[in-house]
């Protein structure tokens, strides 16, 4: 079974946004050695109150729903049901952020990454920029 046929459940859990030491940019979520996409430094982030959520975090299995505790402090895990043995993954939380138009004031909701993205309002075709 390939990657893309493997059942995931997304976390609930996010580590803390941060901020890169050398360029002060968002730094892409996850915990260990992290890589700045605006500047490529090397970030070592750990914080072991997610870690220990992450292990104590409950989640619902795809195919028969039953409740497991993931006891896992990684994102993505592959994980196996206790009651059904099927496989799936753990796959980490995608922090998401709303974002006003400057033109429409339109509220537009999106995943946050680092680094700068080109946005086009759908409402009223408006162009601009971010970036975090």
Do not use: Y
């Not at 459940?9 to 605006?38: A, F």
């Not at 509220?107 to 990454?113: A, F, Q, S, T």
Request: proline fraction near 9%.
């Amino acid at each position: 079974m390939s990657d893309e046929e493997t059942p995931g459940v997304e976390s609930r859990i996010s580590p803390p946004d941060l901020t890169c030491p050398r360029c002060n940019h968002l730094l892409p979520s996850g915990l260990g050695v992290i890589k700045c996409v605006m500047c490529d430094a090397e970030v070592n982030v750990e914080h072991e109150g997610t870690r220990r959520k992450w292990r104590e975090e409950k989640v619902s299995c795809p195919e028969c729903s039953k409740v497991l505790v993931c006891g896992v402090d990684k994102r993505p895990a592959n994980l196996q049901c206790s009651s059904c043995g099927s496989h799936f993954v753990l796959k980490p939380h995608r922090p998401k952020i709303e974002v006003a138009c400057p033109k429409c004031d339109r509220v537009l909701r999106m995943n946050k990454r680092p680094g700068e993205r080109d946005i086009s309002c759908p409402a009223c075709d408006a162009e601009f920029k971010i970036k975090f």
